[in-house]
C-alpha cells in the first residue's frame, strides 16, 4: 500500500509538471445581450515563464546524467574483473 501511495504522489507531482507546461488555454463564449451576440475570447497564458522552463529542463538533464553516471558507476566500474588471463594464443606448427 506504501507502494501505491507513494505512486500516486509522483504521479500527482507529474500532473502539476505538465499541467505547468501545457500551451496556453483560449476559451470562448457566446454572450447574449439583447438581439446582438457577443463572442467573446479568453486567453490564459503559460503558468510559469519560458526561461523557468528551460532551467528546469536543464536541472532535469543534469539530474538524470547524475543517477546514470552513478549507476553505471555502481555496476560497471565497480564490478570485478577476473584477474587471470583468459588470451590464448593459437597453436601453430612451425616447421
Known amino acids: 500500500m506504501k507502494l501505491f501511495k507513494k505512486g500516486a504522489t509522483y504521479l500527482a507531482i507529474v500532473l502539476v509538471l505538465i499541467a ?3 500551451d496556453e ?6 454572450v447574449l445581450r ?11 497564458p503559460l503558468a510559469i515563464p519560458g526561461w ?9 538533464e543534469l539530474l538524470i546524467g547524475v543517477i546514470v553516471y552513478f549507476g ?3 555496476y560497471v566500474l565497480s564490478a570485478t ?7 590464448q594464443p593459437a597453436h601453430t606448427e612451425e616447421v
Open 34 to 44: 439583447g438581439r446582438r451576440t457577443i463572442t467573446r475570447q479568453y486567453f490564459r
Open 20 to 22: 505547468c507546461f501545457a
Open 81 to 87: 574483473t577476473e584477474t587471470t588471463n583468459t588470451y
Open 25 to 30: 488555454a483560449e476559451g470562448r463564449r457566446r
Open 72 to 74: 553505471m558507476r555502481k
Open 52 to 60: 523557468a522552463i528551460v532551467i528546469l529542463v536543464a536541472i532535469a
